[in-house]
């Protein structure tokens, strides 16, 4: 049987304070008890990143429209964005689309892709607003089942409602008013859109992981200069965007240590709860781990922002000999 989700079961904090992603994140790192970071391992990695090179991946699911139809696109796909595993050993939910079958975030991606092509009022902000339990069901049809799809059909109206309300129902319309600044756009999407407020709490302050809101800024630049539109400025300001796969990723290089008893949690698979201090060390350390090897790149002779390296990464993170598990925790946030 498939994974259950429950609904809301994240914990960000209330207070809508937003303080800078990465000066909070390194104060979890150094009051932390359950994860620290092998400097030296970093090192060797970084220095195997600038041989080896770090490139962005072209879209493998673009949308064909205009510069406001894409920036729309990019806004509801990035709100769906999160939490695509399910129990282990179960195939993995899939769409097929354009002859091909995609799986987890590119099925997602896929699905209203298809959606779209259909019937372009996927586009629009009414649209999601008026969404259905049904047309959640139909947008992501395909082999299993999409987990949590009363979180996403929630996301899907209150993304709507939020932008028609705020917004004139134009994703571009808040780009233009950040004037195309990446990390301003981030923090705005943070601001106004409840899903993308990924702020929880480690001794008693906010931290800032903006997972979703900064890979869609960093979405929405990519997706316009592939269409050949101005893209984005002040990505650099950019961190990682902290998920499942970049953790597994920098456990298997030996990047993260975590103590005995977390490390026996994750590889047995069990759950991970949001918001716990556990949960939030793996997060923190996730992206002060990428910003050093932006670091040592750079002192290296090879500049990469971290918004580059982030999909370099979650690519090697997919890689069939990175075989520690992902921390599971189920959360709307990543």
């Not at 498939?2 to 914990?11: A, H, I, K, L, P």
């Not at 779209?116 to 339990?133: F, G, I, M, P, S």
């Not at 949590?148 to 209150?158: A, K």
Request: hydrophobic share 45%.
């Amino acid at each position: 049987m498939r994974e259950t989700f429950s609904v809301m079961t994240d914990s960000p904090d209330k207070t809508n304070a937003i303080p800078d992603v990465l000066d909070s994140c390194r104060d979890v790192v150094r009051a932390a008890r359950h994860v620290r970071i092998d400097d030296a391992a970093v090192e060797a990695f970084a220095r195997r990143l600038v041989r080896e090179g770090v490139a962005v991946p072209e879209d493998e699911l673009a949308l064909d429209g205009s510069a406001s139809e894409i920036a729309n696109f990019v806004l509801i796909t990035d709100a769906l964005n999160f939490c695509f595993w399910g129990d282990a050993g179960v195939e993995p939910w899939a769409v097929e689309h354009r002859g091909q079958v995609w799986t987890r975030t590119l099925a997602m991606v896929a699905g209203m892709l298809r959606a779209v092509e259909h019937d372009r009022a996927w586009l629009t902000a009414q649209r999601w607003a008026a969404a259905t339990d049904a047309d959640v069901a139909d947008l992501f049809a395909g082999k299993g089942g999409i987990p949590m799809p009363q979180r996403r059909r929630e996301i899907l109206c209150e993304t709507g409602a939020v932008l028609h309300a705020k917004y004139d129902g134009q994703f571009t319309r808040l780009v233009a008013m950040v004037e195309r600044d990446a990390l301003a756009l981030a923090r705005k999407l943070a601001k106004d859109f409840p899903s993308f407020h990924d702020v929880a709490r480690y001794g008693g302050k906010p931290v800032a992981l903006l997972k979703r809101a900064q890979i869609c800024a960093a979405d929405l630049h990519r997706a316009w200069a592939s269409a050949g539109h101005p893209g984005l400025a002040n990505l650099g300001a950019l961190t990682v965007f902290a998920d499942y796969r970049l953790p597994q990723l920098f456990r298997h290089e030996a990047m993260m240590v975590v103590d005995n008893a977390l490390a026996a949690r994750i590889d047995a698979e069990q759950r991970i709860d949001a918001g716990s201090d556990e949960e939030i060390e793996i997060r923190a350390a996730t992206v002060v781990i990428s910003q050093l090897l932006c670091e040592a790149m750079t002192q290296a002779g090879r500049t990469t922002e971290a918004w580059e390296l982030d999909y370099e990464l979650w690519r090697r993170a997919r890689e069939p000999e990175v075989t520690v598990p992902h921390h599971r925790t189920v959360t709307h946030f990543y």
